[in-house]
Nanobody
Framework: QVHLMESGGGLVQAGGSLRLSCAAS????????MGWYRQAPGKQRELVAR???????YYGDAVKGRFTISGDNAENTIYLQMDSLKPEDTAVYYC???????????????WGHGTQVTVSP
């Protein structure tokens, strides 16, 4: 079974930066779309960014130009560099892995337990 472990969340002031990491085990990196999603209180989970290692990343409109997704195939780890953070970025951030044929259906893949990101005004 795929195991995903997020880290790197925390409290930061608006305008600051954080880098999230997601270590993946029992997974063939190249067979999966890796993504970051977030869920704020009272809101639905939304896509932040996703990519297939070696492919073109896709970003949600709310984070384009501020966040960057990347991966290290050798370490089976993906990252989310978050810059110019805003209070509305406050959410629990989840790592997701789903087979490339199911990339539009992340709920059919695996999720990490999430990491809290809080951005103060």
């Amino acid at each position: 079974q795929v195991h995903l472990m997020e880290s790197g969340g925390g409290l930061v002031q608006a305008g600051g930066s954080l880098r999230l990491s997601c270590a993946a085990s029992r997974i063939i990196f190249s067979d999966n779309v890796m993504g970051w999603y977030r869920q704020a209180p009272g809101k639905q989970r939304e896509l932040v960014a996703r990519f297939t290692p070696g492919g073109t990343p896709y970003y949600g409109d709310a984070v384009k130009g501020r966040f960057t997704i990347s991966g290290d195939n050798a370490e089976n780890t993906i990252y989310l560099q978050m810059d110019s953070l805003k209070p509305e970025d406050t959410a629990v951030y989840y790592c997701n892995a789903v087979h490339t044929s199911l990339y539009l259906h992340p709920n059919l893949g695996s999720w990490g337990h999430g990491t809290q990101v809080t951005v103060s005004p």
